[in-house]
C-alpha cells in the first residue's frame, strides 16, 4: 500500500511540474476592440474586469466572446474605462485558480477609447 501512494505522489509531482513547464515560453500577444465591464467571482479568482469582444477571437486554438482583463501598472485607469468600448493591446498570460482551474486573461500594456461602431 505504501509503495501505490508513493508511486501516485510521484506520478502527480512529475504531472505537475510538466503541466507548470509546459506553461513558460513567450506570451501572445494580442490587440482587441470590446466593451469593459466589473466583474466578480467568488474566492477572488477573477482579475475584477472582463472584457465582451466585439468579434471572436481565438487564443490557445478556442474562439471567445469575452475575457479577463488585468492592468497591473494602472489598475485605477480601468475605471475610467467601465461600461465603455475600448481598444487594447497586451499579452496572454494564465491564472491557476482553486475552483476556476487555468483561465487565460490579457495583462494590458495599452487601453484607450474606441469610437463606437453605430456611429456613422
Request: proline share 4%.
Amino acid at each position: 500500500m505504501r509503495i501505490a501512494r508513493g508511486s501516485m505522489g510521484l506520478i502527480l509531482a512529475f504531472c505537475c511540474v510538466c503541466l507548470y513547464a509546459a506553461d513558460e515560453g513567450e506570451p501572445q500577444k494580442i490587440s482587441a476592440v470590446g466593451t469593459l465591464h466589473r466583474a466578480m467571482a467568488i474566492g477572488a479568482e477573477s482579475t475584477g474586469w472582463m472584457m465582451q469582444v466585439d468579434s471572436e477571437t481565438i487564443i490557445d486554438g478556442k474562439p471567445i466572446s469575452s475575457i479577463e482583463v488585468s492592468d497591473v501598472r494602472k489598475p485605477k485607469q480601468l475605471e475610467e474605462y467601465e461600461n465603455k468600448r475600448v481598444k487594447i493591446a497586451g499579452k496572454v498570460l494564465y491564472r491557476h485558480g482553486v475552483e476556476t482551474g487555468v483561465l487565460p486573461y490579457i495583462e494590458i500594456t495599452t487601453i484607450k477609447a474606441s469610437a463606437d461602431r453605430d456611429k456613422p
